[in-house]
């Protein structure tokens, strides 16, 4: 059973400091890797989704980097803002006969200070 | 504006009653899910509708149930059942039920059980 872990659960930074988030997931048999972003009390947000075969996708000042053979994603933030401030989710998409399915990790709660 | 609508945000119910979470969404999509979020946890998948009139079981079903019979909408019915309905409920969509597609949420339901 995929099982996905994120650390750390929680990250304080200041304000314009670059940071990684990390992922792990037990079986690299995946399709994809998505990210998501969760503000306090709403729905999710996608990020970034990077497919099995790519190494890793960028947008804006995000960077997904993908590596199956070790089972692990990072997530880069570069040059924080408080706006940054949420919850972040990793989801690996697993490979089974029932389509798209994802296991999820328990996020790291992001805070940027001023 | 195209989205994915759930109501109510906040519901309340009373031991022993069933309740019906409503999960709308105008994007065309042929894939709808329903997740749980508990705090400290990832979200669990509780039921997956890839066409009209089908579903499946996800790792969570017990206490729950659905129906698909129109594209645009996916209820989910929390029954008297299921012993720790108290949750954040979360429905997404994907355009196909290929492993690919970024899942699309909705805002969420917050359910209580009094």
């Known amino acids: 059973k995929q099982e996905v872990t994120q650390i750390p659960a929680a990250l304080s930074v200041p304000e314009g400091e670059n940071l990684v988030l990390n992922c792990s997931f037990t079986?690299?048999?995946?399709?994809?890797l998505q990210w998501f972003r969760q503000d306090p009390g709403k729905g999710l947000t996608s990020l970034l989704l990077?497919?099995?075969?790519?190494r890793e996708q960028t947008s804006g000042r995000l960077n997904a980097s993908l590596d199956k053979s070790s089972g692990r994603s990072t997530l880069y933030i570069a040059a924080s803002q408080p706006g940054d401030s949420a919850t972040y989710l990793c989801?690996?998409?697993?490979?089974?006969?029932?389509?798209?399915?994802?296991?999820f990790g328990t996020g790291t709660q992001l805070k940027v200070e001023l | 504006d195209g989205g994915i609508t759930q109501s109510p945000k906040y519901l309340f119910r009373k031991e022993g009653q069933n309740v019906t979470l409503s999960c709308e969404q105008n994007?065309?999509?042929?894939?709808m899910y329903w997740y749980r979020q508990d705090p400290g946890q990832g979200l669990r998948l509780i039921y997956y509708?890839?066409?009209?009139?089908?579903?499946q079981k996800g790792d969570i079903a017990e206490g729950y149930s659905v129906s698909r019979e129109k594209k645009e909408s996916f209820p989910l019915t929390v029954t008297s059942a299921q012993k720790n309905p108290t949750a954040f409920y979360l429905c997404?969509?994907?355009?196909?039920?290929?492993?690919?597609?970024?899942?699309?949420f909705g805002p969420g339901t917050r359910l209580t059980v009094l």
């Open positions: 994007l065309n999509h042929d894939a």
């Open positions: 997404a969509s994907t355009l196909t039920s290929g492993s690919a597609d970024t899942q699309y």
């Open positions: 079986d690299s048999a995946i399709y994809n």
């Open positions: 990077i497919q099995s075969s790519q």
């Open positions: 989801a690996a998409n697993i490979l089974t006969g029932g389509g798209n399915k994802l296991t």
């Open positions: 509708s890839q066409i009209v009139n089908d579903f």
